[in-house]
């Protein structure tokens, strides 16, 4: 139960933090990964999107260390989340020719990281 609430802790962190930096500072965030925000109403879907789907989440993620049953949800929606961004991500850099994009193979090594760590813990709460 220890290791599945650090990784919550951990992704709450994460997850809040970066979706306050793209709520606040969208034109550098959305640089990072070259990225250019070309008007008012992109600025506004990157804090929505980027910003607000991540702060959201942070939240359900501190929801979820009240309740074990909360803490499998979390766990779960955690390794389905990063699963299906490593693979669209993966899709994305072969279709794209990614062997130089650096950005995108950290990125990639955080989501598989993030999914099987979340699995792990999902699979020691299975024991309780």
Not at 69 to 81: C, S
Request: proline residues 2%; hydrophobic residues 60%.
């Amino acid at each position: 139960m220890l290791f599945a609430r650090a990784v919550l802790v951990i992704q709450l962190l994460a997850l809040a933090g970066l979706g306050l930096a793209y709520f606040v500072r969208p034109h550098e965030m959305a640089n990072l990964s070259g990225m250019l925000l070309m008007s008012p109403a992109a600025a506004t879907d990157m804090r929505a999107f980027y910003g607000g789907l991540q702060l959201g989440l942070a939240a359900f993620l501190g929801l979820s260390l009240s309740r074990l049953e909360l803490t499998r949800a979390a766990l779960t929606l955690l390794v389905l989340l990063y699963s299906a961004l490593a693979l669209a991500r993966i899709g994305g850099l072969w279709l794209d020719g990614g062997a130089q994009q650096t950005f995108n193979l950290y990125a990639l090594l955080l989501e598989v990281v993030s999914a099987g760590l979340s699995y792990w813990a999902l699979r020691g709460l299975q024991r309780l």
